[in-house]
Structures are given as structure tokens and as C-alpha cells.
């Protein structure tokens, strides 16, 4: 089994958000892998099945296309997964790449995002235990 | 002022291509969640519409619904829809002056070898096809997943290549028939989606729940070795939606009560 490329879409409800002052309710993740074994698409609680050697990509899109979103860090055990912040080149848009260190196996591995919305100086992040994973056991 | 409304479209686009259907493997999202949209996240999703009158119990304006749709493995939405364009060409003009340094330096050097090597770094944009259903075709430069053209010594392998985003190609069903919605393909000076989007208007003086099916053209990836380069094969599938239209009535998300003139806040 080939390492695979990942794709993980995070949508943020911007306005929602900042108007009710937390990310609950306001977030949610999809990803490319529903074949290879991923559950909860479409949920907060995305959990993602993995194999050691994958590389995941994390872009954040905005429920209004006017409102801005950013992923500020992606919060996971670095001995499962290696986050790196990238930028399409000659722009400012970023996505997160991680590259799988340890196949997580029957362990679930759970993440954390943390955002920039809008004029917002600081970043938010999610509340537990309700978080996106990462598991092993990608078909 | 009217209420806009964004449906957000979300396809798993290799997973739908696989299925034959866009159902469970498409997300949707708007963004009247506070106001009682259902389905959030699912193919099912169920549109709150609120304002048959104002809060003061005047007949409110329509609303208008804007639709985008993209892939979950197409690059995000946010770069310019160009983006192609952009790459391809900083790799043609790295290229042109690879090639200049390579003309520089013949003049200086006796070695073929070196200019074979100089040669051999000069890389260019693997090209594909986009058949479109008219029958015509369009050329596009290969991205990456991290927006980097593929290089056309490389094959490309359809889980590297990002994904063409599916095209929205109109709006019918109920609620277009019964003339609930209007809907329109409107240009736009922002360049998301070719400067071209789907719009609808409402007619929110009819509390029901109305079903639409959005058209949908997906694209799938063909990498034949006996084809002079990729294609990108059009696959037209459909997308139910709802509107939930209520007699609930529009609300000033700034005052909490009914639109019109806004108090007169301190002075900042």
C-alpha cells in the first residue's frame, strides 16, 4: 500500500461563529478518503483513517466567501503527525501538510484547529472532547 | 435590502464519479444555521427562509440565494480561478531562462554534456484537456495538491492531481416551476468560479417547504498512455435541495428586532 495524499476540508461558519463567540456549531470537516475507511464526513468529529508515510492537506473555506478564514495551527501528537504550514506561491492563501510519523493503528489520535476569522486579532480553536482524528487502518 | 443566502456545495468528486451519484459523498452547508437550516453537512440539506413580513408586519422583500460549488480534492476556492495560468507561466519563464543560459553558455562551452544537463533541469507544465459538453475543448495546465504545476516529464498519478472544481449548470424542479425561485447565472468582477456564479431569488411570501434540484457537472480525470495527454471527461449528475420558507419573520442580526433604520450607537 502506497503512501497517500489526503485532502481535509475544514468550512467555518465565520459570521456564526464570531457572533456567538465560539466555534461550536460553526465547524465542520470532510475529507478525500471516505473510501479508504474515513467516518463522520460532514461532522466536527471527521476522523480520518491513516496509514504511516500519507501527507495530509488542511485548507479552511468560509461559509461567506466576504468573511476571512485562516487555519492559524493545527494542534496534533507530533509523534503521530508532522504539521507544516505551507502557502500557494504568489498568494496569501495557506494550507497545512502533515506527514504521518507512526500509523496510529486501533489508537484514535485526536486533533485540534485553530483558526483566524475575520478582523479578530487573536486565534480560536475548538472546544473538547468533541475533535477531528486521525485513526489507523486506511484501505 | 434583500437577505443573501450562501449555499455552500461540497463534492467528494472522485467518490461521486465512483457512485454514479452525487448522494453521500456530497456536503452542503448555508449559512441561516441560527435560523433553523437542517442538514448541515449532508446531502439533505434544508434551507431556513424566514420573511414573509418584517417584524412590524409589513411585507418583507425576497431573499436571494447564492450558490457555490466546489471539491473536497480541488484546490480552495479562495485562489484566483486563474491560478492555472499564474503557475504554468512562472514555469514557462524559468524555462525561457533556463534556456537562455543555456544559449550563453553553448557559446562558452565545448562540452555538449553541459548543455545536455542544462537542458535536462528545463521543466514545462504537463497540459490536459477539458471536453466540455458542446463538444469543444479547452486546454488546462496539471496543479498539484499544494497548487505546483505537474511536470510533464512526470506521470501524473490521479490522486496527486487537484481535482477540476464541479461547475454549476442550472436550477429547475418545484420550486423554479412554481416560479418560488428565480434563478440566474450572473457575471461577477470577483473571479471565483470564471467571474460567474448562480443566483436565485425567492419569492418568501410562500411558507412551504420547496424542493429544487441543482445540475451539476463533474469532471472525470482520464490519464491514457495512448492519448497524447490527460483529458478531463464531463459527467453531468443532479443535487436535491429544500428551501424551508416561513412566516417567521426577518430579523436585524445587529438590533435583534425588525430591518429598517439602526439605532443610533455611541459615538466610537
Redesign the interface.
Known sequence: MSANQLRIVVVVDVVGAVAAETLDGSVWLMDSNKSGGSTNEGTRQLQTTVRKGDQLIWTTMSLECEAFAAIDAIEIDPAYCEVTRGVYEGTDISYWLGKVKKDPGDAVVPYNVHFKLGSRPGAVSMSGPNLPAITGGRT | MAQQL?I?I?I?V??AL?AGSLEG?T?C???A??FGTTG???DKLVSAIRGTYWQDGSQASEHVLNF?A?G??S??????RD?QH??AR?LELATLSAARAVAGGAARSKAVADIRTALAHIKVPQLSTIKLPSGHQIEHALLN????PVSADATPDT??VAQLPPVITGVTGEAVEKGIIFPAQYGSP?L?NGGWYWSATVATATPKVWSYTLHLLLHRFINDPASPEPRWEPVPLTLDGKLNITSKPMRN?FTGGGTGFLPIGMSY
Open positions: 450562501g455552500v461540497i467528494d472522485e467518490a465512483r459523498c456536503y452547508f448555508d449559512n444555521g441560527p448541515m453537512g449532508t457555490v466546489t473536497v480534492s484546490l480552495p476556492i479562495t485562489l484566483p491560478y499564474h503557475r512562472l495538491h499544494f497548487g505546483e490522486s496527486r470577483d471565483v442580526g
